[in-house]
């Protein structure tokens, strides 16, 4: 999700701590955070189903990669702070247009992913696959990335009591981050360490906004001291590097401690565990030092900065459509792909063809009237595409 400030300008509108710089201006160290940030979710989902049950370093890379929801909804809690700190709506129109731009690709994506597996593998009549899609789409089940947008929506809807907390709470937010701490380091650790005593929660754990309370809350506090919290960034950047290379540490013992305790591979590194937070925090840290530093250094109308530009505006689209590609290479055509690529090369090679497959469905989507549809942007002719304004979550 990106503010919404129109591009074009004739310098760089990205707040670097100069009071001259109008609030609401666009942050260009956001698009970086963005892409790495999908980057690394389409990492994760092709990593975790091209990994050999035996390929310990894989398993660490993977444990190293599960920061992505947090970062995820600290940017998304971030930027809904920011652009209505700086346009400020009442929710009879907030709410329509952010709902249409995620609430439609979510639920035609749902319905994509569910066709598409009922056509793969047929069971149950027409009836039941209608059954199946409503229940996917309610419970964001479609597929397994799908349920980012559900509890995007969630967040959405507690936008006014985000607000609220945040300007009743200024001189003492670090009460509000404590709180909001409290509940997430919570409830991972109910879910990590007592599994058998969560009940529904244990089932829907990721599904539900208050499992991320921390970071969405941290988002939106960064972005009530944005012009101070990203001055703190950029002078900072050799700390925060610091910061991130003891968090990794963290997560890599805490991997080793689980397996210790007789986890598997996999388990000693699931994306749902208190040491997660640590984690999480300093790779948000970390991409915003990359994406300061990028913004300094961007120069208006480069080869370079139209590249971000554009990777930032189709992200969200490639997000919803990789993993119908990672589906394709790999269990449609009789798994020609792993049978063909080894271990760990078919990482890499998948990696590589699902974003080239989700940046093309992507960059054809958005030259059509389906384009809201599938990327959730709003289609628009060549000559008022540079004019495009809205730009849904992550």
Same mark, same amino acid.
């Given at each position: 999700m990106r503010d919404p400030t129109v591009r074009g300008s004739n310098r760089n509108t990205d707040d670097a701590g100069a009071s001259s710089r109008?609030?609401?201006?666009?942050?260009?160290?956001i698009d970086i955070v963005r892409i790495l940030t999908f980057l690394c979710v389409?990492?994760?989902?092709?990593?975790?189903?091209?990994?050999? *049950?035996?390929?310990?370093?894989?398993?660490?890379?993977?444990?190293?990669?599960? @920061?992505? &929801?947090?970062? $995820? $909804?600290?940017?998304t809690a971030f930027v809904l702070l920011y652009s209505y700190e700086a346009r400020p709506v *009442?929710?009879?129109? @907030?709410?329509?247009? &952010? @709902?249409l731009l995620v609430g439609v690709p979510y639920v035609v994506w749902s319905a994509i992913?569910?066709?598409?597996?009922?056509?793969?593998?047929?069971?149950?009549?027409?009836?039941d696959l209608l059954v199946k899609f409503v229940f996917a789409t309610l419970t964001g089940s479609a597929w397994y990335h799908l349920y980012f947008l559900l509890v995007t929506m969630q967040v959405y809807l507690l936008v006014p009591v985000i607000i609220w907390l945040v300007r009743r709470t200024r001189g003492r937010h670090w009460m509000l981050l404590l709180a909001g701490l409290v509940v997430q380091a919570g409830l991972m650790s109910w879910y990590h360490y007592a599994p058998?005593?969560?009940?529904?929660?244990?089932?829907?754990?990721?599904?539900?906004?208050?499992?991320? *309370? $921390?970071?969405?809350?941290?988002g939106a506090v960064a972005a009530d001291h944005h012009t101070a919290f990203l001055a703190w960034v950029r002078a900072r950047r050799g700390l925060i590097g610091w910061i991130v290379l003891g968090?990794? /540490?963290?997560?890599?013992?805490?991997?080793?401690?689980? &397996?210790?305790? /007789?986890?598997?591979?996999?388990g000693a590194g699931t994306p749902m565990q208190p040491a997660v937070i640590v984690w999480g925090v300093a790779v948000s840290l970390g991409f915003l030092a990359v994406g300061t530093w990028w913004a300094d250094r961007r120069r208006i109308g480069s080869l370079t900065a139209r590249f971000v530009d554009t990777a930032s505006d189709r992200s969200f689209?490639? $997000?919803?459509?990789?993993?119908?590609?990672?589906?394709?290479l790999l269990w449609v055509g009789d798994d020609w792909l792993e049978r063909t690529v080894p271990t760990p090369w078919l990482t890499l090679v998948t990696y590589i063809l699902v974003i080239l497959g989700a940046v093309l469905v992507t960059e054809a989507a958005r030259r059509t009237p389906l384009s809201l549809a599938l990327t959730g942007r709003r289609f628009s002719s060549r000559r008022h595409r540079a004019?495009?304004?809205?730009?849904?979550?992550?």
């Open positions: 109008p609030h609401g201006g666009h942050l260009y160290a389409i990492a994760v989902h092709t990593t975790s189903h091209t990994i050999a *049950s035996d390929d310990v370093a894989l398993y660490l890379v993977l444990d190293l990669l599960h @920061f992505t &929801r947090e970062v $995820f $909804f600290a940017l *009442s929710m009879r129109k @907030f709410w329509p247009k &952010r @709902f992913y569910v066709v598409a597996g009922y056509l793969h593998t047929p069971s149950g009549s027409l009836w058998h005593t969560t009940g529904w929660y244990g089932h829907w754990a990721k599904q539900i906004v208050f499992t991320y *309370s $921390f970071f969405i809350l941290a968090a990794a /540490g963290i997560m890599l013992a805490g991997y080793g401690v689980e &397996r210790l305790r /007789g986890a598997s591979l996999y689209g490639i $997000f919803l459509a990789h993993p119908m590609f990672i589906w394709v004019k495009q304004l809205e730009v849904p979550p992550g």
